[in-house]
């Protein structure tokens, strides 16, 4: 049931962005959708044919929007907002399985429009060079 609620919750904040951000001009968006620093985070995993997609917002002030929030806030903080120069984590080692992860993000960091997105051969490898602001589950 708790599994449900957040699953809700996600889908809820999701739409409410995704409606917010198509309701207003760009230049106003987020200073009027949320204050501070946010992304809305998706990742899509598999391939063209068979794939699955789950997002969420990301909040840093204060820190909410999934299980590993603060964290993810303290990296962003610590690139600048920028999720390429999250510094990737040496001692992670990822099998060389092909599953295809796509991580997207887009939102505003310090005033700065911020989109990203890069496909990644499997999941392991997008959390040790992304940190943990991929990391949607708990």
Do not use: K
């Not at 999720?83 to 599953?99: K, L």
């Not at 295809?100 to 496909?119: D, F, I, K, L, N």
């Amino acid at each position: 049931m708790t599994r449900n609620i957040h699953a809700a919750r996600n889908a809820l904040l999701a739409t409410v962005a995704l409606l917010t951000l198509g309701a207003t001009p760009a230049q106003a968006t987020s200073h009027q959708t949320f204050p501070g620093n946010w992304l809305y985070l998706t990742l899509t995993t598999g391939d063209v044919h068979s794939s699955s997609i789950r997002g969420t917002l990301l909040l840093c002030d204060p820190p909410q929007g999934h299980a590993h929030a603060a964290e993810a806030c303290a990296e962003l903080a610590t690139a600048g907002g920028d999720i390429s120069r999250i510094p990737p984590r040496p001692d992670t080692i990822c099998s060389m399985i092909y599953a295809p992860v796509t991580a997207s993000a887009r939102g505003e960091w310090e005033g700065r429009q911020v989109t990203y997105s890069h496909t990644f051969s499997n999941s392991c490898v997008m959390g040790a060079e992304t940190g943990a602001v991929f990391a949607l589950s708990g």
